[in-house]
């Protein structure tokens, strides 16, 4: 049948990630569901959800597997993934909402406050680049 997360085009492109509503997790590429075929068997609609944050094509193709074939570890890591963003981006939020803070200072705080055994990190410059989205979406969306 016809991928839904692609609508067959074998590409997830804004369109696609608005209607999803995958908007700061998700850039245009390759879609990783039916893995740029357009086309996906009914049963990987009974196994993953079209909207899964974390199915996405730059992860290795054994994760890819693993979450399509519905593998429990790599389904928890993908949870776990996605919560580790929606924290990130509500972080992100609260200090531009509450203090009026630029990307650089979120990310300089969050840094101080990030747990060392955390499941997920990331490096100061990919977090100022992300939080500095998180930013022009709130705006963008504020106007």
């Known amino acids: 049948m016809k991928c839904p997360r692609c609508l067959g085009k074998g590409f997830v492109d804004w369109e696609d990630i608005r209607r999803l ?3 700061l997790k998700w850039v245009p590429a390759p879609c990783a569901y039916c893995n740029g075929e357009g086309r ?6 009974s196994k993953v959800a079209v909207d899964c944050t ?8 054994s994760e890819i597997e693993q979450i399509k074939n519905g593998e429990e570890e790599a389904i928890e890591k993908g949870k776990q993934r996605e ?3 929606e924290n990130l981006i509500q972080f992100a939020e609260k200090h531009l909402q509450n ?17 060392e055994t955390a499941p997920f990190s990331v490096d100061k ?4 680049k992300y939080i500095q989205g ?7 969306n504020f106007n």
């Open 40 to 45: 996906v068997d009914k049963e990987m609609l």
């Open 83 to 85: 919560l580790f963003i």
């Open 134 to 140: 998180v930013i022009e979406f709130k705006r963008s």
């Open 21 to 23: 509503n995958k908007q």
């Open 99 to 115: 203090q009026n803070l630029d990307a650089e200072s979120i990310a300089n705080l969050y840094m101080e406050t990030e747990d």
């Open 125 to 128: 410059e990919s977090l100022i």
């Open 54 to 61: 974390y199915l996405t094509i730059d992860l290795p193709e």
